[in-house]
């Protein structure tokens, strides 16, 4: 099971037609291919989470990488194992005595992925970002470089994805393990267009390493985090809605508090700009003031109360702001500009994530469903989607 973090479905549709894919085109032929729809927000924690839990974030309770706790005033990192609730199905599956390996490329996605995961046993979890620090005790595994034969990859490089293959790869060949979750980083997806040739080595050096794992005898499942939009203007400045700048020249500074639940610590990419952001209240402006306010933002898609945002996105009610705001696919949304630093963006176009037109995702198996589940996918599916229109019509079938 890959995760092709900030896998936007725009690439593959791409690169198909270019048939420079031709694992991944062969996987979708003899196997299932569709759309699936993502956790909104859509950003790496809660995609990551859902996929390995099968639950919405209302059940596994991560719905971003921050959050408030408003009896602290402090932003949360939502990044440890006990905010997760729930079982993993890697967990399950170690603890039925299956030989699972979960290997992520930013550690912070590690703990939360390990959570339940008894590495005493054969199991097997590290991040490419810490690889060179694995222990036997921590990880179940180490000599981590030698053994996949590449050195430490750099933290914005996309050989920090790469590794998590490698290393994928050599376990396969060694161990046999029953289960194994790759878990990439989206570092090139934020920084290359479809139509960037860096982009397209990227998902050449991908397919190349998802058809190995084929030829080791893996089925193997692909999918994304979440997509992946340009939110730059023609001049290719930022476009972006400075929130909390708008919210204290209505309200004053210090009545609202606006968090970014894309921030973490690997931010130079995208500078802690997504398309969800969320509102508290700590003044006397209220939702409904904060929303009549927002409602008038241009690049503002929706703006939603705590409880219709719940609702209507599956999140944990008690880790949900009073106001939810998601912009446009062309827009993102900042706190105040003083706070975010873009220089890490180098002249590129800005391109990140995190509201509804970042949510579709491509899901592709390498083997045919069953029948249970072509029932399933059957009635789920959304109806027409161009990259799988091309890939079947360009395999002869319908599915
Ligand atoms: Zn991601």
Redesign the pocket.
């Known amino acids: 099971m890959v995760c092709i973090?900030?896998g936007d479905p725009a690439y593959l549709e791409r690169y198909l037609a270019e048939r420079a894919i031709p694992n991944i085109a062969r996987f979708m032929k003899e196997g299932f291919a569709t759309v699936a729809e993502g956790t909104v927000p859509s950003?790496?924690c809660p995609n990551n989470m859902s996929i390995i839990t099968g639950t919405p974030a209302s059940r596994h309770g991560i719905s971003g990488n921050f959050y408030l706790d408003v009896r602290t005033g402090n932003a949360v990192v939502m990044t440890g194992p006990e905010l997760l609730r729930g079982d993993t199905i890697l967990a399950r599956f170690a603890t039925a005595g299956a030989k699972v390996v979960s290997i992520t490329a930013k550690d912070k996605l590690r703990r939360q992925l390990a959570k339940g995961l008894d590495v005493s046993r054969g199991n097997v979890s590290f991040s490419s970002e810490l690889a060179e620090r694995c222990t036997v005790a921590e990880n179940g595994i180490e000599d981590v470089l030698e053994f996949v034969g590449m050195p430490q990859p750099g933290m914005y490089s996309m050989e920090l994805s790469l590794f998590v293959l490698e290393a994928g790869i050599k376990l396969l060949e060694r161990d046999r393990p029953d289960l194994l979750y790759l878990s990439l980083t989206?570092w090139v997806q934020h920084k290359y267009a479809p139509h960037e040739p860096e982009a397209k080595r990227f998902y050449q050096e991908l397919d190349r390493r998802f058809g190995r794992l084929a030829e080791l005898g893996a089925d193997v499942a692909l999918t994304a985090?979440?997509g992946m939009n340009d939110k730059s203007d023609a001049a290719g400045r930022p476009n972006v809605v400075w929130l909390q700048d708008i919210l204290d020249a209505s309200f004053g500074k210090g009545d609202t508090r606006v968090i970014c639940p894309i921030t973490d610590a690997f931010v130079a990419h995208h500078g802690a700009l997504g398309g969800f952001v969320r509102v508290w209240c700590q003044g006397r402006a209220t939702a409904q003031d904060v929303m009549k306010v927002v409602k008038q933002i241009k690049g503002v898609e929706s703006v939603l109360d705590k409880p219709t945002a719940c609702r209507v996105h599956d999140l944990p009610a008690d880790r949900e702001a009073d106001v939810v705001v998601i912009s446009t696919a062309d827009t993102c949304i900042g706190g105040a500009e003083a706070e975010h630093d873009l220089s890490g963006l180098e002249g590129h176009r800005l391109r990140t994530h995190g509201g509804v037109s970042e949510a579709k995702v491509p899901l592709i198996l390498s083997a045919p469903l069953n029948d249970a589940y072509r029932a399933k996918a059957g009635a789920g599916a959304p109806k027409s989607y161009q990259i799988f229109d091309f890939a079947l019509n360009g395999a002869g079938e319908s599915r």
């Open positions: 973090d900030g950003f790496t989206d985090d979440h």
